[in-house]
């Protein structure tokens, strides 16, 4: 019986691996420049985490979430997103102190039960930071400027950075209100879905695919119409550091986000390389409620997440090539020729690995000329043959991939030139 992932799920090896590596390693690295320190939290919650910070009516809590019982009838949810843990866990531990805003960042797997689609998973990987406790615009700013230096250092050339605010709750509720009248005469026209949002959830009817509802939707008025001056003035702060710090945006007065937890702020960056719903690299905004809703201090925050996979994927279709092939350090592939050399060629390993040099050797006899050949399309730079020859006179035959050249050195008095060929 041969058995397949499950349907949303995907294994991952070889160039892959190497293309999280470098996204998590770069992540990871930029992070720490910014100071944000990592937090880790389960990977399932109460399922009142989510349904609460995510919202009762958002398609994410209807429709897409891995819920189960555990063994005593409690509910629990695979997460969904990280923000929600987040914060639960800041307030359970009280980490907000006196010094904030308190940077974090964490990374994992995310299980949406979705559709399963080319950059749309089941479960998937983000890697996302959390800003808690500041409301200036500069905090929304920085964290803006994390994201487009992150996709900037990955590679990317052509992404977009879509930015709008949502308002706050008095401008969104007058918002609702225009928006609410200009839907009702189309109401006979809109999908299901969409006459289903209208009063519940209605800024999410910005999100529908369905291509007469974007019809309707594109003369619908905009929120930035019922933004009030204080709203107004936020936006345009955080575009007057945008513009200092030499940042490109697009002022997409569409975006929604399908989040209840959002306020003010939200961003998204964009490909525009990609065709289909799943353009969207990463994304995130302001979330100034949330803390005081799970029963935490008043506290303002601000975030933002993107997709491993999305991230991978699109890496891969524009051939954006990973620095380490470019550069290609070097990486070394010993060829024992017989297993009556072993101890001489786990000597050398020792040393190689000792001064941090990539090396492997083939654990199976084979034919020299193959293994040379093997080496090459694996992409080492150099083998290293370890022969009758070399065993008897205590040499290295070192072989340079890259042009063919060959030179043998004293595997006893030159190990220091050994180390300058090869690093
Ligand atoms: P999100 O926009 O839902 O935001 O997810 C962030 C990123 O995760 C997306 O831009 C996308 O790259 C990736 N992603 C989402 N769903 C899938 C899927 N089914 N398959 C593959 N990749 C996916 C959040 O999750 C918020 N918690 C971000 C945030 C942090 N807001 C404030 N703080």
Redesign the pocket.
């Known amino acids: 019986m041969i058995y397949n992932s499950p349907r949303g799920t995907t294994d991952y090896y070889g160039k892959d691996i190497k293309y999280i590596e470098f996204i998590l390693n770069t992540a990871r690295e930029m992070f720490k420049i910014y100071n944000y320190e990592e937090i880790v939290t389960p990977h399932f919650e109460y399922t009142e985490v989510f349904a609460r910070a995510v919202g009762e009516n958002s398609e994410i809590v209807q429709k897409e979430m891995f819920t189960f019982q555990d063994k005593k009838g409690r509910s629990l949810t695979l997460r969904p ?3 929600a843990s987040v914060v639960r866990a800041v307030i359970e531990h009280k980490l907000f102190g006196e010094n904030l805003p308190l940077k974090l960042f964490y990374a994992g797997s ?1 299980f ?1 039960y ?1 559709r399963p689609q080319k ?4 479960e ?1 990987s ?1 890697i ?1 930071v ?1 800003a808690i406790g500041s409301d200036s615009p500069a905090m929304d700013a920085e964290i803006i400027w994390l994201l487009n230096s992150l996709f900037k250092n990955l590679g990317f050339k052509n992404l977009k950075l879509h930015i709008n605010s949502i308002g706050c709750p008095q401008c969104r509720k007058e918002y609702m209100n225009v928006l609410e009248k200009y839907l009702k005469p189309y109401e006979k026209d809109l999908c299901a879905d969409c006459l289903n949002r209208i009063g519940k959830n209605t800024l999410r009817v910005f999100d529908c695919k369905v291509e007469t509802c974007r019809k309707i939707l594109k003369n619908a008025p905009k929120i930035s119409g019922s933004l009030c001056e204080k709203c107004k003035k936020y936006l345009q702060d955080i575009f007057d550091i945008l513009k200092v710090l030499d940042i490109e945006y697009f002022h997409n007065e569409n975006l929604v ?3 209840d937890y959002y306020t003010g702020t939200i961003f ?1 960056i964009i490909s525009s390389d990609i065709e289909s719903a799943q353009n ?6 302001r ?1 100034d409620d949330l803390m005081e809703e799970f029963g935490g201090p008043k506290i303002s925050s ?6 491993i ?3 991978m994927l699109l890496m891969k279709d524009l051939g954006i090539i990973l620095p380490n092939f470019k550069n290609k350090t070097s990486k070394v592939y010993l060829i024992n020729m017989s297993s009556r050399f072993n101890e001489y060629l786990f000597g050398i390993l020792k040393f190689l690995r000792h001064n941090k040099i990539i090396c492997d050797t083939n654990f199976n006899m084979k034919n020299l000329g193959k293994e040379i050949k093997w080496a090459q399309t694996e992409g080492y730079s150099h083998v290293i043959i370890i022969g009758e020859n070399e065993v008897s006179n205590n040499l290295l035959t070192i072989k340079d991939l890259n042009n063919f050249t060959q030179m043998q050195l004293s595997w006893l008095n030159e190990k220091a030139k050994v180390l300058d060929l090869l690093k």
Do not use: N
Not at 119 to 122: A, D, K, L, Q
């Open positions: 997103e990280g923000t995310m949406r979705e950059g749309r998973m089941r998937f983000q996302g959390e986000r399908g989040f998204e969207a690299l990463g994304g995130g905004g979330y601000t975030g933002f997440a993107i997709g996979e999305r991230t």
